[in-house]
T-cell receptor, first 114, second 114 residues
Framework: AQSVTQLGSHVSVSEGALVLLRCNYSSSVPPYLFWYVQYPNQGLQLLLKYTSAATLVKGINGFEAEFKKSETSFHLTKPSAHMSDAAEYFC????????????FGAGTRLFVKA | EPEVTQTPSHQVTQMGQEVILRCVPISNHLYFYWYRQILGQKVEFLVSFYNNEISEKSEIFDDQFSVERPDGSNFTLKIRSTKLEDSAMYFCASMAGGPYNEQFFGPGTRLTVL
């Protein structure tokens, strides 16, 4: 079965600093990978998705992620953190068969310090 | 922009009571899902629904749970006899089709079982 592991339940950065949120996946087949963001008391919003078209994926709000098959990683980055980026971030993988359910990682809460 | 809607936003019920959570998916989508998120934990898959039948369900989705798409627009999750541990945020999602597409999530229903 496919799975994702997010390293670090909490990450704290200063405003303007690089954001790096780590995600490793486990899959025996080419994965469909996603990053979602959840702001307090809100639903899940898609940041970006990897569907094998390009290894570097650009998303909304200045975020991007790089798919590295050799490292089974799909880390999320943003060059300069903004206070509004403070939220919970979930890495997820979609199974490419059946009902295409999404399997989520445990999440990483990002704190941004002024 | 089309969106997934859910009602109610918050449901409080007594243990043992039946609850129905309602969702209106995006109109041309074919796949429908329910996920739940217990406070402070990750988002967990419950069930996927396609072509008017369940395509996959998790071990959480036991006989107390059922789903229905009664009229071609609504998608409901019923819990027959709620338990304290059913307290969670329940998210509905819909997808146009295939693993390349993203799932669009509703804002969630917070279920509190007393």
């Amino acid at each position: 079965a496919q799975s994702v592991t997010q390293l670090g339940s909490h990450v704290s950065v200063s405003e303007g600093a690089l954001v790096l949120l780590r995600c490793n996946y486990s899959s025996s087949v080419p994965p469909y990978l996603f990053w979602y963001v959840q702001y307090p008391n809100q639903g899940l919003q898609l940041l970006l998705k990897y569907t094998s078209a390009a290894t570097l994926v650009k998303g909304i709000n200045g975020f991007e992620a790089e798919f590295k098959k050799s490292e089974t990683s799909f880390h999320l980055t943003k060059p300069s953190a903004h206070m509004s980026d403070a939220a919970e971030y979930f890495c997820a993988v979609s199974e490419g068969t059946g009902g295409f359910k999404t399997i989520f990682g445990a999440g990483t809460r990002l704190f941004v310090k002024a | 922009e089309p969106e997934v809607t859910q009602t109610p936003s918050h449901q409080v019920t007594q243990m043992g009571q039946e609850v129905i959570l309602r969702c209106v998916p995006i109109s041309n989508h074919l796949y429908f899902y329910w996920y739940r998120q217990i406070l402070g934990q990750k988002v967990e898959f419950l069930v996927s629904f396609y072509n008017n039948e369940i395509s996959e369900k998790s071990e959480i989705f036991d006989d107390q749970f059922s789903v229905e798409r009664p009229d071609g627009s609504n998608f409901t999750l019923k819990i027959r006899s709620t338990k304290l541990e059913d307290s969670a945020m329940y998210f509905c999602a819909s997808m146009a089709g295939g693993p390349y597409n993203e799932q669009f999530f509703g804002p969630g229903t917070r279920l509190t079982v007393l």
